[in-house]
């Protein structure tokens, strides 16, 4: 780990913490030459590849899943924590099983399906963009689906 200060290749960990709140270990560190301190975080890099609708491979970026399904749930009872939350679950549950590659229609659907149990709103607004709807019809029958889904539902919890 080089020193951010003077660059100097030595450093030693003074201390070392969980943040659990990252899924990482904090390491206080200090340098071997200036002997000033800085922090590092250590994490588990599980590389995880999408396979998107061209055939092209690109590195799983949470960020962006988490940009995507903002962008849905704006103005809806969902909040930015609970977007950041349903991503670590999905990123956790592929690492878990061990993916290593998911097709972007995978995880499309995995989305598709969490955001349907969370908000309705939202999870229209995002079948819309991967679904990519062309026609009202599309998106109507999209609806119909979910009233019948929550028909059910309803019907089975009476």
Excluded: W
Excluded at 32 to 37: A, E, G, S
Excluded at 41 to 69: A, H, N, P, W, Y
């Amino acid at each position: 780990m080089r020193c951010p200060f003077c660059s100097h290749e030595e450093s030693k960990v003074t201390d070392s913490r969980d943040a659990m709140e990252i899924n990482a270990i904090r390491r206080r560190r200090e340098c071997c030459q200036c002997m000033k301190r800085f922090t590092t975080f250590e994490t588990v890099d599980l590389s995880l590849q999408v396979k998107k609708r061209d055939g092209t491979f690109e590195d799983f970026q949470q960020e962006k899943l988490i940009q995507g399904m903002d962008a849905a749930c704006r103005h809806t009872r969902v909040s930015h924590d609970q977007v950041r939350g349903i991503a670590y679950k999905i990123k956790s549950d592929l690492v878990a099983k061990g993916v290593r590659e998911i097709s972007s229609q995978e995880l499309g659907d995995i989305v598709i399906e969490q955001l349907k149990g969370t908000d309705v709103v939202a999870y229209i607004r995002f079948a819309c963009v991967y679904k990519r709807f062309k026609e009202l019809r599309e998106l109507l029958e999209a609806i119909r689906e979910l009233e019948n889904e929550e028909n059910y539902h309803v019907a089975e919890e009476k």
